[in-house]
């Protein structure tokens, strides 16, 4: 056995490297003794996969080996996004096995669990499993394995949830571009629009296991020709997801990239106001200060998790807020799945924008006057010789008393080090990778001026 480690999102390795047939062996077998240990041989396992390079193979041998350990195994009949296959482990009290590396380069593929709760696993729960690793369990039963098509329950959940008449009604004053990315929200976003006959026009709508060469996350620089398209029509805003569709990318009509926190902002004002919708907001403490403050002004309160939506999840299931998200391009909203859903997302873009009758450069523009001010985002990431370097360089972090001239007013330690200074407009937040000497150091102001000041001090 090769080394084998669960981040923040399941286990990720290289193709034909440390992904290979024999740990993928060791890992199902280890996810369906979890299950078998706090579920019982009884409990249903669904099995998924996105468009990577073995994924369908990789996710059959999976779904034989649990199989063949007594489960009823259903398996998906074609590729899907995670927020699908998690909709249904929530649907069927099923426990979920998706195959994906979400956002990560081509060369990798992934092994998510999602429990029957349909969120992320957390680290009691993927603890466990790795605890699991080459012991041996035998139900003597025989299972049996159903392939399955799950797109239809999940269609039926968007159904019930977007106002999909009022997209309809609202798309006379703009033009939707919708850039496949050679994902898996193809045959998913695109056919929930055909279904109510909104119009939209696309690229990049086959799946490629090499992503056309760019990397399946959808970034301002792997969406370039959408970006470019938009640019030189009018009234067109553009959408896309990743590799497996739990993050969305949003491009407004002046082909500029909008950043997550202001879809999360923009989404929760429309929640609010348009649906009627009541409870928190939950965002990780990496989130921007913009959404503190319009939360303030709407009378919604805030609770600040840890980054990584397996913590905003867990969240989600104990406070059902109007809306979760993450700056990293993830949100569920409450009733939903505590789980990100990049499609989701931008149909709940599409349906704010046609409630308002206003573009999305009119919603950002309202959303900047609302909160006073234009929030400016950076994450740098500092590379150390070696794990031993994190902890210290963090004790120099929590020392500081002042940055650039400024004092700091207030220190958190929930996830890193996360520092206020005085200006009430700055903060800057370091935390380690997890799975590298590397730290990540998000720094947030409202000027750039600011911003690079801090870099200098900081780096």
Same mark, same amino acid.
């Given at each position: 056995?090769?080394?084998?480690?669960?981040?923040?999102?399941?286990?990720?390795?290289?193709?034909?490297?440390?992904?290979?047939?024999?740990?993928?062996?060791?890992?199902?077998?280890?996810?369906?003794?979890?299950?078998?240990?706090?579920?019982?041989?009884?409990?249903?396992?669904?099995?998924?996969?996105?468009?990577?390079?073995?994924?369908?193979?990789?996710?059959?041998?999976?779904?034989?080996?649990?199989?063949?350990?007594?489960?009823?195994?259903?398996?998906?009949?074609?590729?899907?996004?995670?927020?699908?296959?998690?909709?249904?482990?929530?649907?069927?009290?099923?426990?979920?096995?998706?195959?994906?590396?979400?956002?990560?380069?081509?060369?990798?593929?992934?092994?998510?669990?999602?429990?029957?709760?349909?969120?992320?696993?957390?680290?009691?729960?993927?603890?466990?499993?790795?605890?699991?690793?080459?012991?041996?369990?035998?139900?003597?039963?025989?299972?049996?394995?159903?392939?399955?098509?799950?797109?239809?329950?999940?269609?039926?959940?968007?159904?019930?949830?977007?106002?999909?008449?009022?997209?309809?009604?609202?798309?006379?004053?703009?033009?939707?571009?919708?850039?496949?990315?050679?994902?898996?929200?193809?045959?998913?976003?695109?056919?929930?629009?055909?279904?109510?006959?909104?119009?939209?026009?696309?690229?990049?709508?086959?799946?490629?296991?090499?992503?056309?060469?760019?990397?399946?996350?959808?970034?301002?620089?792997?969406?370039?020709?959408?970006?470019?398209?938009?640019?030189?029509?009018?009234?067109?805003?553009?959408?896309?997801?990743?590799?497996?569709?739990? #993050?969305?990318?949003?491009?407004? $009509? +002046?082909? =500029?990239? %909008?950043? &997550?926190?202001?879809?999360?902002?923009?989404? @929760?004002?429309?929640?609010?106001?348009?649906?009627?919708?009541?409870?928190?907001?939950?965002?990780?403490?990496?989130?921007?200060?913009?959404?503190?403050?319009?939360?303030?002004?709407?009378?919604?309160?805030?609770?600040?998790?840890?980054?990584?939506?397996?913590?905003?999840?867990?969240?989600?299931?104990?406070?059902?807020?109007?809306?979760?998200?993450?700056?990293?391009?993830?949100?569920?909203?409450?009733?939903?799945?505590?789980?990100?859903?990049?499609?989701?997302?931008?149909?709940?873009?599409?349906?704010?924008?046609?409630?308002?009758?206003?573009?999305?450069?009119?919603?950002?523009?309202?959303?900047?006057?609302?909160?006073?001010?234009?929030?400016?985002?950076? #994450?740098?990431?500092?590379?150390? $010789? +070696?794990? =031993?370097? %994190?902890? &210290?360089?963090?004790?120099?972090?929590?020392? @500081?008393?002042?940055?650039?001239?400024?004092?700091?007013?207030?220190?958190?330690?929930?996830?890193?080090?996360?520092?206020?200074?005085?200006?009430?407009?700055?903060?800057?937040?370091?935390?380690?990778?997890?799975?590298?000497?590397?730290?990540?150091?998000?720094?947030?102001?409202?000027?750039?001026?600011?911003?690079?000041?801090?870099?200098?001090?900081?780096?």
């Amino acid at each position: 056995m090769t080394n084998i480690k669960f981040g923040t999102d399941g286990w990720r390795a290289v193709v034909g490297k440390d992904f290979n047939a024999e740990n993928v062996a060791i890992v199902s077998k280890a996810i369906g003794k979890y299950v078998f240990d706090n579920y019982g041989i009884y409990k249903t396992i669904i099995i998924g996969y996105d468009p990577r390079n073995m994924a369908k193979e990789f996710s059959m041998q999976c779904a034989e080996i649990l199989r063949d350990l007594g489960f009823k195994v259903l398996y998906s009949d074609k590729v899907l996004p995670t927020p699908v296959l998690a909709y249904n482990a929530k649907l069927l009290d099923a426990c979920a096995i998706m195959f994906t590396a979400s956002h990560n380069p081509p060369e990798y593929l992934g092994i998510k669990f999602i429990p029957d709760y349909a969120g992320p696993a957390t680290s009691e729960i993927t603890d466990e499993i790795v605890s699991n690793f080459e012991q041996e369990f035998n139900a003597h039963l025989k299972g049996k394995l159903i392939v399955t098509d799950f797109s239809n329950n999940y269609f039926k959940c968007i159904k019930e949830v977007i106002d999909f008449a009022k997209i309809k009604d609202g798309v006379n004053n703009f033009h939707i571009l919708f850039d496949g990315l050679y994902a898996a929200s193809i045959g998913y976003f695109d056919k929930l629009l055909s279904m109510h006959n909104i119009k939209y026009d696309c690229i990049h709508m086959y799946h490629d296991t090499n992503f056309g060469g760019g990397m399946p996350e959808p970034k301002p620089q792997f969406m370039g020709e959408m970006i470019e398209y938009i640019k030189k029509h009018k009234n067109y805003v553009g959408f896309a997801n990743d590799g497996d569709s739990d #993050r969305f990318g949003v491009v407004n $009509e +002046n082909g =500029e990239y %909008v950043t &997550p926190n202001e879809i999360i902002a923009i989404l @929760l004002m429309h929640l609010k106001k348009n649906k009627k919708y009541s409870g928190k907001l939950v965002k990780t403490v990496g989130g921007s200060l913009m959404l503190d403050i319009i939360a303030e002004k709407l009378g919604v309160e805030v609770i600040e998790t840890p980054v990584g939506f397996k913590h905003v999840g867990e969240a989600m299931r104990k406070y059902n807020p109007i809306i979760a998200g993450e700056e990293s391009g993830g949100l569920s909203i409450q009733g939903h799945i505590p789980e990100k859903d990049g499609i989701l997302a931008n149909l709940l873009v599409l349906e704010a924008m046609a409630y308002e009758g206003k573009s999305l450069v009119q919603l950002q523009k309202e959303l900047h006057e609302f909160v006073g001010c234009t929030f400016i985002n950076t #994450r740098v990431d500092k590379k150390l $010789e +070696n794990v =031993e370097e %994190v902890k &210290p360089v963090l004790e120099k972090f929590k020392a @500081l008393e002042n940055i650039a001239d400024q004092n700091i007013i207030k220190k958190d330690y929930k996830d890193g080090v996360k520092l206020y200074l005085e200006d009430e407009k700055t903060w800057i937040l370091v935390r380690p990778s997890g799975t590298e000497p590397l730290l990540r150091i998000y720094i947030e102001s409202d000027s750039q001026e600011k911003i690079d000041e801090i870099k200098k001090n900081v780096l």
